[in-house]
């Protein structure tokens, strides 16, 4: 698989993922996809809660099921899907915890994973260590 293709199935799984979003309070449906070295795929969609401020985003949710399976490393690439009809279909970019959660899973396995904000019309690529820069992780634990 090339890495185009590789980044267009991880954004269909996203967008699948999405379809089954538990977000009944915000109406606002997100999907991520994560791609590991191994060529697995492991999805997420954000759950939320009558609670509001439990909810659960889709990376975390991806990474929480990674991590639970015994992942821990090998993170290449994210996808992050959001509605289209929502944000003027600008690329959607990972919120400041999802950032510091899917930092921890990469830290672990020693990659900076390539993180797919997708929109509407454009897919904005950027690096987890742009849109974390000085990361606190694990091995500032060491
Ligand atoms: N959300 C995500 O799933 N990921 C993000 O990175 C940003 C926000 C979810 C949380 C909530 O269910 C909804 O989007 C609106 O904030």
Do not use: E, N, P, T
């Given at each position: 698989m090339t890495d185009p293709q590789r980044e267009d199935a991880l954004i269909a799984a996203a967008r699948d993922?999405?379809?089954?979003s538990y977000s009944p309070y915000s109406e606002y449906s997100v999907g991520?996809?994560?791609g590991f070295a191994d060529g697995s795929v492991v999805t997420g969609t954000n759950i939320e809660n009558a609670s509001y401020g439990l909810a659960l985003c889709a990376e975390t949710v991806a990474v929480a099921k990674a991590?639970?399976?015994?992942?821990?490393?090998?993170l290449e690439i994210v996808a992050v899907t959001g509605p289209a009809d929502k944000g003027g279909g600008a690329p959607i970019t990972p919120c400041g915890r999802c950032r510091q959660v899917l930092n921890e899973l990469a830290q672990l396995g020693g990659t900076d994973p390539l993180v797919l904000c997708v929109g509407d019309t454009e897919t904005r690529r950027v690096r987890l260590s742009a849109l974390l820069p000085h990361a606190f992780g694990p091995a500032s634990l060491d």
């Open positions: 993922a999405a379809l089954r991520s996809a994560l991590m639970a399976d015994g992942v821990r490393g090998g």
